[in-house]
């Protein structure tokens, strides 16, 4: 038990007060190495600051001394120079006056009084130079570099003195190459260059008249073209923007017969390489003009690929644009395209590329890639890809498949695609456990691949995809097998691939329309462009097995279609404010497959879509007639018609109108008079089925006849009515309405049209469909691949087409230009 403390009688705490005086504590170690540190500090800062002081007064001090000197030199300068007639007195000036106090901006006249006096002088001071010991060397090195330095200067200060001395001095002395070898890392084709952009009036094109003064310009640059001079000739005449100065006359002067044109391209593929060297449009422009004669050569031709690549990895040229990846390739004919700017001298960078993308379409560099072997080299191969994909970003796509000899050129060779394809599938990726995995393998099961080998697989399977949907467009079907890249059992699990790149692709790069993509893939645009153009192929491919029967249905629809996906998704526009409320309440998710079914049908089950379609068809109904239409009842449009004119009266009470609504029908006999009964449906198919027969009446004038017996519309029906697009509205919308009513029609359209009904847009239809057209023209278009080149001028073929109108022949044009 603790004892308790007891009381003292004390009730108040005293202070403890030292009797020796006021209390003070001790310092620590630690507070006097922090007071020392201070101290440090200080005296440095003092230190410094007399320092900074002692070096701010020297320098004014030096800078006040050097201008007196110099004031007293030009003094000097200019009482003896007008008295200097000896070539001593002269040389003794330049050391130890001119070459002292030179300022550009004060002492551009003294220059040029001596560059005058030097000129005068001239025989002594070369019989100096022709002492190897002589300083007159020197100090003619350091005035021809004052010159060089004063030309670039002032664009109002006289050329004569300068451009004269230089001359004189340079040009076929014995000491010209070491002079003429220092004067170059001087900036010496840099100055020419810039006297003839500044100086000289521009060219307005090539071998017009030059003026004396581009005529002299010229030839000090002609005399530097050497081979030991590559460097500079790439960085200071090729290198900075194309001026017309630069395309009608340098490139004219580089090109006259060189040895070492080849090794100008070379040098700069390795300057490039080693980070010297920009790859910028001009440069590439230029070389290729250079060596445009050369592209025979395979050594040129692949520092030309190299050297392309390298630029199109440098300048992106916003080569993808977001609105074109956004769109399918169908909607994108739609767009009216406009011309590419392909004048160099525009300006811009954009016009550059647009011209060397004309000159890689020019026989002179696809002739040589024509012999493409088995066996190409992976660098040809890279190159010939990295270009081709540049290609095929910056081309529009309305020209794309016709107007690209590059592409249209490397397409047809089976052996080229085969190996993109061989390559493509033989990428694979290192695991820590297991083997290697196929980067395609990787990516369809929605991966994400590393950076340097995701851009490998976008560009080759972009070229890939493009080049085989062209070369697939230019074989028949029964060349498939025997012609093409692929026969039909490789071409089946070729398509299988395809099919599972595009369906992760779309889902992982689903792009909505405002083009706010929900990949964080790098470059997703790209990966977008990239799954449209497969999806195009995808489309051909499906096309050709309905055809040929390479695979089986349950192969390409191996995609099951959500329970979720609302049918209300197809009923409006994408503008519709109806169609934004339902997309808020639906998930992405859904949306994406809702996206795909439009896109790609074919990768679902027949029978999945054929009930969703018949749940859009009910949906829209109730939404159009309300849900009392079982009952007869709800909005109805009514319409009388005569039996004799059915055609007739429903275009005029109907066209124009909604016709989702239900239609209530009174016939007319013959007599005029209504027939009994009421229309509780039957009336109204019957009605229906009769306009439809009559409106598509090959003796109506709107819809013609084949040699097959199948209706497509006539070309010639804007001089039966002048309102014939409200007709082909009208009979288009009586089959939808019969479509919406489940009512089974016959109706024999041709094969093409139908096609083109199922393109979008203005997109093109296969040849293979103009056989239920014109069976003849088809029959002989076929034939003309099998005659030989030589025997096209003898066929008289002259790309016109005759039409019978009404009795009148016309001739009409089917290539313009």
Avoid at 539 to 565: I, M, N
């Amino acid at each position: 038990m603790s004892s308790i403390p007891l009381f003292d009688g004390d009730h108040k705490p005293k202070r403890n007060v030292s009797l020796g005086g006021a209390s003070r504590q001790s310092e620590t170690a630690s507070n006097l190495l922090l007071k020392v540190h201070q101290q440090r500090e200080a005296r440095e800062l003092v230190r410094k600051r007399n320092q900074a002081a002692v070096k701010l007064q020297s320098f004014v001090r030096g800078a006040i001394i050097r201008k007196r000197i110099y004031r007293q030199l030009r003094s000097a300068f200019d009482q003896s120079i007008n008295k200097c007639s000896d070539h001593t007195l002269l040389i003794e000036l330049m050391s130890s006056h001119l070459l002292v106090f030179y300022n550009e901006r004060k002492d551009h006249s003294r220059l040029v009084l001596v560059c005058q006096k030097w000129i005068q002088l001239k025989v002594p001071i070369l019989n100096e130079l022709s002492s190897i010991a002589s300083p007159v060397h020197h100090i003619l090195y350091r005035l021809l570099v004052l010159c060089l330095t004063s030309l670039r200067g002032n664009p109002h200060q006289p050329l004569a003195p300068p451009l004269r001395l230089l001359e004189v001095f340079t040009f076929n002395q014995p000491h010209t190459p070491p002079l003429l070898g220092k004067l170059i890392k001087q900036k010496y084709l840099y100055t020419f260059r810039f006297l003839l952009e500044t100086r000289a009036p521009p060219p307005e094109a090539e071998g017009c008249g030059l003026v004396p003064l581009s005529s002299e310009i010229l030839k000090f640059i002609e005399r530097s073209i050497n081979e030991n001079f590559i460097s500079y000739i790439l960085h200071e005449l090729l290198s900075s923007s194309l001026s017309p100065h630069l395309f009608y006359l340098i490139l004219p002067l580089l090109a006259r017969p060189h040895p070492f044109l080849p090794l100008l391209m070379a040098t700069a593929l390795k300057e490039v390489r080693e980070g010297r060297l920009i790859a910028s449009p001009t440069l590439c422009y230029c070389l290729m003009e250079l060596n445009k004669w050369n592209f025979g050569s395979a050594g040129v031709l692949m520092d030309t690929l190299s050297l392309l690549s390298k630029m199109f990895e440098v300048y992106q040229f916003n080569n993808i644009n977001k609105e074109r990846i956004i769109m399918e390739d169908e909607e994108m004919e739609e767009i009216v395209e406009q011309d590419m700017d392909t004048d160099p001298l525009s300006g811009s960078d954009q016009s550059i590329v647009n011209s060397i993308l004309t000159e890689l379409n020019k026989g002179s560099f696809i002739n040589p890639l024509l012999p493409i072997k088995k066996d190409i080299s992976p660098d040809i191969l890279k190159g010939l890809c990295s270009i081709s994909y540049h290609v095929i970003t910056n081309t529009p796509a309305a020209k794309l498949r016709y107007y690209s000899h590059l592409l249209s050129s490397l397409s047809l060779s089976s052996h080229f695609l085969r190996q993109i394809w061989q390559y493509v599938t033989s990428l694979s990726l290192e695991r820590s456990f297991g083997p290697p995995i196929k980067c395609l393998d990787y990516l369809s099961h929605g991966m994400r691949l590393p950076a340097a080998v995701g851009v490998v697989i976008l560009e080759q399977m972009t070229v890939f995809s493009c080049l085989f949907s062209i070369s697939l467009s230019s074989l028949h079907d029964t060349e498939v097998d025997s012609k093409g890249p692929f026969n039909l059992k490789e071409l089946a699990s070729v398509s299988l691939i395809l099919k599972d790149l595009f369906i992760v692709l779309h889902l992982e790069n689903h792009l909505d329309k405002t083009g706010l993509a929900s990949d964080s893939r790098p470059r997703p645009f790209e990966w977008t462009f990239l799954a449209n153009l497969l999806c195009s192929l995808l489309k051909e491919l499906h096309s050709r097995d309905v055809r040929l029967g390479f695979l089986t249905p349950d192969r390409w629809a191996s995609v099951s279609l959500p329970s979720k996906v609302p049918p209300e998704l197809f009923l409006f526009n994408e503008e519709d404010e109806e169609s934004s409320k339902i997309k808020m309440i639906t998930s992405p998710t859904t949306l994406k497959y809702a996206e795909l079914l439009k896109r790609a049908p074919f990768v679902f089950p027949f029978v999945e879509r054929f009930i969703f379609l018949h749940k859009l068809l009910k949906s829209n109904r109730q939404s159009a007639q309300g849900f009392l239409q079982e009952f007869l009842m709800g909005p109805s449009i009514s319409i009388a018609a005569r039996r004799t004119h059915l055609y007739e009266d429903a275009f005029s009470k109907l066209s124009g109108r909604d016709l989702r609504y239900r239609i209530l029908v009174t016939l007319i006999n013959a007599q005029g008079l209504d027939e009994a009964g009421i229309d509780g449906g039957g009336l109204f198919r019957e009605f229906l089925s009769e306009t439809i027969k009559t409106g598509y009446n090959p003796n109506r004038g709107f819809f013609v006849s084949s040699d097959s017996a199948t209706l497509y519309p006539n070309p010639l029906a804007h001089l039966i009515s002048d309102e014939y697009p409200l007709h082909y509205q009208f009979l288009g919308g009586l089959l939808g309405k019969a479509l919406f009513e489940n009512m089974l029609i016959e109706l024999p359209l041709a094969s093409f049209f139908l096609r083109k009904l199922t393109t979008p847009g203005r997109g093109w239809v296969e040849t293979h469909y103009l056989s239920s057209l014109d069976p003849e023209l088809y029959r002989q278009l076929l034939s003309l691949k099998d005659h030989q080149e030589s025997d096209f001028d003898q066929l008289g073929l002259d790309f016109t087409t005759l039409s019978n109108e009404f009795g009148q022949i016309k001739v009409y044009k089917d290539i313009y230009n």
